[in-house]
Structure formats: structure tokens, C-alpha cells
């Protein structure tokens, strides 16, 4: 799945989806996605956003960091899981 997002210089880009997830807590859906770079530790680059799923756009929304945090942690104990299941 491909998503858009508006990259760190205002440009709209489009971004590999790499999983959607629900959060209860907070009553919204996010999305895990990648530009296909990798950072300074030759690990993946990974954003997290809001996105809506009715959105035809696919436009993801920033949040607030410790909204941000949660959710991250979230994710990647799921990422984690899957990795360890495919070890």
C-alpha cells in the first residue's frame, strides 16, 4: 500500500505502508511507513502518522509526541513479534 506524506521540507511525497494499526486508547488508526532510506545505524527508516482510511489521498496527519511515543512502542512490539516468528 502506498501512502502520502509531507516530508520535512513541506514537499508532498509518497511512502511504502509498511502496517495500519488501531490504537483503543487514543481512538485512532496510525500508519507505519518507509521512505526505503536508512539512518546512521543502517537500520530502515520508519515514520509513524495518524492516517485516515477513507481518506482517497491516503494523507497522514503528524501527532503529538508523547501520543507519538506510545504508539511507537506499540508498533515495535509487533514488528518485533513478526520478526521473531520469521527467525
Known sequence: MKINA?????NLKEY???LTYHSDEFNKAYVAYTDNTYNSNNELQIYISEYNSQDLECLVKSIPEDE???IKTEINSILLTF???ND
Open 6 to 10: 509531507i516530508d520535512k521540507l513541506g
Open 16 to 18: 511504502d505502508a509498511i
Open 68 to 70: 507519538y511515543n506510545k
Open 83 to 85: 520478526k521473531n516468528e
